[in-house]
């Protein structure tokens, strides 16, 4: 890296550069704006250490946010499903307890004019940067305010492993936090800040009513770059993605894609909708052979909002299972049976809920309750949000026979 440029080898920004010698200006070094030429504060040095790192490759590999498109092939590589179908393409890991609604900041934007500005304004002083040193050296993150007595929403591998983290504010603060807990399949984690006090919050909307098409905005604080969160404008491009890590763990279900650029670092920042509520927390990126590919992918609000509950009440999230496997059916046999996918059974380990209730293998679940299943993915997603004990109604095809049955879905064992 030439010793010009604005980072330095840890992601951080380097001291003050005289213009003439740069590639770039600040947008108040050039004639004509409205801002004083004013240099900026040198970055405080950093201490000796191993260089900061994406995430933790011991997990799903979306930890590359963190970090540079080098050191996050380095780190971890995912394969996607669905829309990245091209074997080029991988995938990497870029006080009283109140919640906000998404209605309290819609109205509060409602008659500005300011759009995006307004959204920018109001939501980047609830994004934090978290610094974590851990078991693989610093990483570099992003996380969300959603409870005033600073619980903090972020992706587990940016935490996963830590030792110390610290919370920087968007006014620069540095303040002590510490792990409450994380959740390896959703990639979420909730992280507390350790210093009393009433903190700006962030407003959860919902990704249930999203539509492919609709602007997305994405908040996040890359790199540790100076001068608090950065913003991106695009739109929410697919629903429903699946991102399967390369080393066979568990995928990520139910991906919300945009294209709303999220720089590296920025994972754990937020996706928000028009209105200015979080429909997402952003958790990787697509990269290819030429370098990123314009595609983000962010975990459902809703999902993470129901793992952050589970983990601020007990420190661990119950995830339920029916006791089958299998895969999505072909587009053939959808059509054949007029229907618009399923999750073919592969598997029906016994003593579960599935075996008790007669699922076979070949039996296509397409229903839970009142919700179509449209895979093996939807049909995981559909169930977490059910708790042990919890009862639903499967319906499932079988030689072309419609069947319907009850099943008291059971909490998963650690090793199905």
């Known amino acids: 890296m030439d010793p010009d440029d604005e980072l330095d080898d840890d992601g951080r920004a380097a001291g003050w550069v005289h213009p003439d010698d740069r590639l770039w200006r600040h947008p108040s070094e050039v004639a004509g704006t409205q801002w004083p030429v004013v240099p900026p504060a040198p970055a405080p040095p950093m201490p000796d250490g191993p260089a900061r790192r994406a995430g933790d490759p011991s997990l799903w590999g979306v930890a590359a946010l963190g970090g540079l498109i080098g050191a996050l092939l380095a780190s971890g590589i995912l394969t996607a499903s669905g829309g990245l179908r091209r074997p080029t393409t991988t995938v990497v890991h870029p006080v009283e307890q109140v919640v906000v609604r998404a209605s309290t900041v819609a109205a509060e934007l409602g008659s500005s004019d300011g759009g995006v500005v307004a959204i920018a304004q109001h939501l980047r002083p609830t994004i934090v940067e978290l610094d974590v040193d851990g078991n693989h050296g610093k990483a570099s993150g992003s996380g969300v305010l959603f409870r005033n007595d600073g619980e903090i929403l972020t992706n587990n591998h940016v935490v996963d492993g830590a030792s110390a983290v610290q919370a920087i504010m968007s006014d620069g603060r540095r303040l002590p936090a510490h792990v409450v807990g994380g959740d390896a399949d959703t990639d979420i984690a909730v992280v507390k800040i350790d210093v009393d006090g009433v903190y700006p919050v962030a407003p959860l909307g919902t990704a249930q009513d999203l539509k492919a098409g609709q602007q997305a905005v994405a908040i996040g604080s890359p790199l540790g770059l100076v ?81 952050a509950e589970q983990l601020i009440a007990t420190g661990k999230v119950v995830h339920v299972w029916i006791g089958v496997e299998g895969d999505d059916i072909d587009s053939a046999t959808a059509a054949q049976l007029s229907i618009n996918g399923g999750a ?23 229903r839970v309750d009142n919700q179509s299943v449209g895979s093996m993915g939807a049909l995981i997603v559909s169930l977490r949000t059910r708790k042990p004990g919890d009862k639903v109604n499967l319906g499932y095809i079988r030689d072309g026979q419609w069947h319907t049955v009850q099943v008291t879905v059971v909490q998963r064992p650690k090793n199905p």
């Open 227 to 307: 001068g608090g969160p950065s913003v991106s404008v695009g739109v929410v491009s697919a629903l429903g993605r699946q991102v399967q890590p390369r080393d066979g763990g568990t995928p990520l279900l139910d991906m919300i894609q945009t294209d709303a650029p999220i720089a590296s670092g920025s994972s754990g920042g937020a996706l928000l909708d028009s209105t200015g509520a979080v429909i997402g927390i952003t958790t990787a990126i697509a990269v290819g052979d030429n370098g990123t590919q314009g595609l983000g992918f962010a975990t459902p609000i809703d999902i993470a909002k129901d793992t």
């Open 344 to 366: 073919m059974v592969k598997k029906v380990r016994s003593g579960t809920p599935a075996a008790g209730a007669g699922i076979a293998v070949r039996d296509i679940i397409v």
